[in-house]
């Protein structure tokens, strides 16, 4: 049982950790990153919308961070064209 325990709190003081960390990485997202490394270095969107999605066009998409730990008051908005970071735009969110 304590083991468990142990193993639980270990657990969780890492994934604390890592959103802590993941939130100060967002001011290092650049044009050109793929899809999958963003989603590695800084984890899953807080929102996620679709701008374009036609066959025949490349797809369009926006991911949307809110502010957080780490990258308090900065809104986080990334748009991927066929899967790369084609802008980021950082905003002060009060």
Known sequence: MRLTTLAFVTLAMAATSTLAAD?????????????GEVLFKIG??????????EQGHPEEKAWTYFPGYGDA?????????????????RKIAR
Request: charged share 30%; proline share 5%.
């Open 44 to 53: 899953k969107p807080d929102h996620e919308n679709m701008i374009r999605a």
């Open 23 to 35: 939130a100060k990485e967002r001011k290092f997202i650049r044009q050109g990153m793929p899809e």
């Open 73 to 89: 008051q900065t809104l986080t908005v990334i748009t991927f064209r066929s899967g790369v970071v084609a802008k980021v735009e």
